[in-house]
Each structure stands twice: as C-alpha cells, then as structure tokens.
C-alpha cells in the first residue's frame, strides 16, 4: 500500500504492483488499457504482447482489491527483412488498440512498423472427448474396429487463454507506422505512418483506402511529416492528425475521398523572443488525443502539453509546462539524441486530469480544474511498502532543499514515454523503460 499526492493536492491511497523485464527486448514499447479497465495490454520491443486482468473484489482478501495479475502473453510481431530494399523490419510493438467487447472473447490490434494484426483472445476450460474416428491423443482409430457409436462431450479442463491471430494488414505502408485508431463505428480503422494515412476495413485484409497524402513530388522539398492520428470518439467521419511542425488538422471524411485539404487547422503563432536553433524539434508533436467528450484534442510536443477547444484554432485554451527546468539543457539533449524522445499523454476518464511522462522516471498531472500540478516518481529504489509516495521537485538553481533534485542529477536514461489511465476508476499504469507500474486508489 502507497500514498501519493494526486493532482488535488490531497492524499489517496493506492496499491502498487510493479512487472519487471530484465533483457533489452523487455523494454515497453506501449500501454492501453481496454474499455472497461479489466484488461490492460503491454507491448514490448521483442514483438510481444502481455495481457494483465484485474481479479475481482474478495472478501477474504480485501487489501488485494483490483490487483493485476498476468492474464496471457503471446509473441505478435517476429523480426522481418525486407530484400527489395535491404531493411530490416523490427518486430517491436509501436501501438495497441482494443475493440469493445462483443462477446466472450477480446479483440484487440497491435502492429510494428509496416504490419498491423487483429488478434482474438479467449478463454477454454472445457475440451470434448469421446470422438469416434480418432482417440483421445489425436491419432486417428482403425474403422474397422469401430463397433460403437460414441456422442462426443465436454469435460472440464485448467482454465487455457489462446491468442489467436484473426486478420494481418500488410503491404500498405511504405514508411513506419507510427498510429492505429479504432474508428467509433467499429467497421473501420486507420494506420498512418510518417507521410500517408489508410483507411482499412477490418474484414477486408488485402485492401486500404489512403486518405491522407503529405508526401511531396519530390522528396528534397519534404518539410514535415505526420507524427500521430486519432479518430474522434463519436463521429466516425472526423479524424485529426498531428505533424512535425507543431500543427493539428482535422479532416472530415465526407468532403472528399482524400482529404488533402483539412476542416481546421490549428496552430499555435511562435513567440519570436523564444525562437532558437531547437524550436522546430521542441515543437513537434508527438501525441495526439481526443477527450472522452470529443469536445477537446490534447497534443504533448517536448516541453508542454497543450489542450484545444476545437472551435478555436489560432491558439491553444490551456498550457502546461512539464518540465521547462530542461530549456536550459537542450543543447546537451540534442547532442544525446533524447530531444528526439516521442512522450505520450493522456486523459482520465472525466477529462479532467491529465498525465504525461519526463525524464528521471518522473511522471506529472494536471489539474485542469484547479489548475494545480505534481510530480511523482516511478522508482523502487526510493519507495518502501507503506510509505509516502511524495510529490517530488527539481531545483534549477541556487540552494537546493533536502526534498528537492538538482536539474543537473536527473537520469535521462530513465524515461516515461507510455502510460495510460483506466477509462472510469483512479487507476494509471506507467511505464518506466522495462518496469510496469500501476496505481490504484484505496477504498477504505
């Protein structure tokens, strides 16, 4: 049992359960929790995908309340070569989707850079026997010593959870994917990669639709490229992507068959007092969500996280800074290549916090509504069972407190890149290099 200071500013109790991996191919690649909360997925850079399910409330056990526990674990995406032209395809997983629940079994999507799967998981805790042309082993039986007709039936069997792959997407994207999106009509989705966006239909496999095309007649004049797309929460013809250069369009499916030309347009006017040789890197985005209400779009470039009104385009509504203590330092970020690292961000289930990672497996929230903020840290070594999550903070200069870390201290190894937040309960998953950490509030 932990403590930490949530973005109110008062004190909740949670339970934490850390996952570690310890091989390079461990590392987390991503984070989703499906759409009820009971599941959430991990993929990882050796191409596997772990499921963990929430156990139910027990009575017996109380302080185990939600705990996530392995629920199954398959390999989805193997290593690939590419001999037209001598390129290797890593099998590291860049996103998971999951479709809503239909029946019994869970559907979800994952996909590397070039191929994007539909795997079914489901549960089996019975198998028939009795068959009469072969035995209990498979092997098949002499017909001529089949003297009785048997009628096959079910018997009992330790719970077996069986990923399969139902459909592969494959051959349509030229550069890396960096996106998949549902769309809300759950007969579609889109991939988009770093210049085009397709549009597929999940029960047709050898054919997608491109409806956005960025790439240049010629590839000298490139000057941006797509960083992230989304599909809007309830309107399956109205989709937004982000690009390079700090912008966000929003498309609308019905004006035409590619939507070269975008509805809205948003972007932020620079302050020329901030220009510097690395404001173009520090302002492209790398993540872009539509809130639960699909009234807002919330973008996270280097330094901030901005949220949109998506009846305003020419600026953003709010601002956060997540850690601008790092201005100071982009000269040594660059030359480490870590002012390249893609943050993602994410909303709770009421849109009214929001959460994103730093450096130092530090991770922060916004308030939105009180306008307050923290930052905790995801770290075993400085959390004991029973302990105080406390609220940490970077000292830029000067003297230094005892409960403060100097900017200079900081672990740029250590990254928080993935995290994610259950879709309705105080429940956040993050993801510290090759450690999963989940927080959950603490019913008294």
Not at 169 to 173: L, Q
Not at 393 to 401: E, L, S
């Given at each position: 049992?932990?403590?930490?200071?949530?973005?109110?500013?008062?004190?909740?109790?949670?339970?934490?359960?850390?996952?570690?991996?310890?091989?390079?191919?461990?590392?987390?690649?991503?984070?989703?929790?499906?759409?009820?909360g009971?599941?959430?997925?991990?993929?990882?850079?050796?191409?596997r995908?772990?499921?963990?399910?929430?156990?139910q409330?027990s009575?017996?056990?109380?302080?185990?309340?939600?705990?996530?526990?392995?629920?199954?674990?398959?390999?989805?995406?193997?290593?690939?070569?590419?001999?037209?032209?001598?390129?290797?395809?890593?099998?590291?997983?860049?996103?998971?989707?999951?479709?809503?629940?239909?029946?019994?079994?869970?559907?979800?999507?994952?996909?590397?850079?070039?191929?994007?799967?539909?795997?079914?998981?489901?549960?089996?805790?019975?198998?028939?026997?009795?068959?009469?042309?072969?035995?209990?082993?498979?092997?098949?039986?002499?017909?001529?010593?089949?003297?009785?007709?048997?009628?096959?039936?079910?018997?009992?069997?330790?719970?077996?959870?069986?990923?399969?792959?139902?459909?592969v997407?494959?051959?349509?994207?030229t550069?890396?994917?960096?996106?998949?999106?549902?769309?809300?009509?759950?007969?579609t989705?889109?991939?988009?990669?770093?210049?085009?966006?397709?549009?597929?239909?999940?029960?047709?496999?050898?054919?997608?639709?491109?409806?956005?095309?960025?790439?240049?007649?010629?590839?000298?004049?490139?000057?941006?490229?797509?960083?992230?797309?989304?599909f809007?929460?309830?309107?399956?013809?109205?989709f937004?992507?982000?690009?390079?250069?700090?912008?966000?369009?929003?498309?609308?499916?019905?004006?035409a068959?590619?939507?070269?030309?975008?509805?809205?347009?948003?972007?932020?006017?620079e302050d020329?007092s901030?220009?510097?040789?690395?404001?173009?890197?520090?302002?492209?985005?790398?993540?872009?969500?539509?809130?639960?209400?699909?009234?807002?779009?919330?973008?996270?470039?280097?330094?901030?996280?901005?949220?949109?009104?998506?009846?305003?385009?020419?600026?953003?509504?709010?601002?956060y800074?997540?850690?601008?203590?790092?201005?100071?330092?982009?000269?040594?970020?660059?030359?480490?290549?870590?002012?390249?690292?893609?943050?993602?961000?994410?909303?709770?289930?009421?849109?009214?916090?929001?959460?994103?990672g730093?450096?130092?497996?530090?991770?922060?929230?916004?308030?939105?509504?009180?306008?307050?903020?923290?930052?905790?840290?995801?770290?075993?070594?400085n959390?004991?069972?029973?302990?105080?999550?406390?609220?940490r903070?970077?000292?830029?200069?000067?003297?230094?407190?005892k409960?403060?870390?100097?900017?200079?201290?900081?672990?740029?190894?250590?990254?928080i890149?993935?995290?994610?937040?259950?879709?309705?309960?105080?429940?956040?998953a993050?993801?510290?290099?090759?450690?999963?950490?989940?927080?959950?509030?603490?019913?008294?």
């Open positions: 049992v932990w403590c930490f200071l949530d973005a109110c500013g008062t004190q909740a109790a949670v339970t934490e359960i850390v996952f570690v991996f310890s091989l390079p191919a461990d590392i987390i690649s991503t984070v989703e929790f499906n759409h009820t009971e599941l959430l997925a991990t993929g990882d850079k050796g191409g995908v772990v499921i963990f399910q929430r156990e409330e009575k017996n056990q109380p302080h185990r309340r939600g705990e996530y526990n392995v629920y199954s674990t398959f390999q989805s995406h193997e290593p690939e070569f590419d001999y037209l032209k001598s390129l290797e395809i890593e099998e590291k997983i860049n996103k998971i989707r999951w479709l809503p629940q239909q029946n019994a079994a869970y559907f979800l999507l994952s996909t590397n850079d070039k191929t994007v799967k539909l795997w079914k998981v489901s549960e089996r805790d019975k198998r028939p026997e009795g068959y009469n042309l072969k035995d209990e082993d498979g092997r098949l039986r002499d017909p001529s010593m089949i003297t009785v007709l048997r009628v096959p039936v079910l018997r009992p069997m330790d719970l077996m959870v069986e990923a399969t792959p139902r459909r997407f494959a051959n349509a994207h550069y890396h994917i960096n996106s998949i999106s549902v769309n809300s009509d759950y007969e989705y889109m991939s988009a990669d770093d210049l085009r966006i397709n549009l597929w239909n999940f029960e047709i496999t050898n054919q997608s639709f491109n409806i956005v095309d960025i790439k240049p007649a010629n590839m000298e004049e490139l000057t941006e490229v797509i960083t992230a797309a989304e809007h929460p309830h309107h399956c013809n109205t937004v992507y982000s690009s390079s250069k700090g912008t966000i369009r929003l498309c609308d499916m019905r004006t068959a590619l939507c070269d030309r975008h509805a809205k347009f948003f972007e932020e006017p020329p901030n220009r510097s040789f690395f404001s173009e890197i520090i302002s492209s985005i790398s993540d872009v969500k539509f809130s639960h209400s699909g009234r807002y779009i919330m973008t996270r470039d280097y330094l901030t996280v901005k949220v949109w009104d998506l009846n305003m385009e020419n600026r953003p509504i709010e601002t800074q997540v850690h601008d203590y790092l201005r100071s330092k982009l000269c040594s970020l660059y030359e480490n290549d870590c002012i390249f690292d893609k943050f993602e961000c994410v909303w709770n289930g009421s849109d009214s916090v929001i959460m994103t730093s450096y130092n497996n530090f991770f922060r929230m916004f308030d939105r509504n009180t306008k307050r903020d923290v930052t905790l840290e995801a770290s075993r070594e959390s004991k069972p029973r302990a105080i999550l406390k609220p903070k970077v000292c830029v200069g000067g003297k230094r407190r409960d403060e870390i100097s900017v200079d201290s900081l672990d740029f190894s250590k990254k890149l993935h995290t994610a937040w259950h879709p309705s309960e105080n429940i956040i993050v993801a510290a290099t090759n450690n999963l950490y989940i927080f959950q509030d603490k019913v008294n």
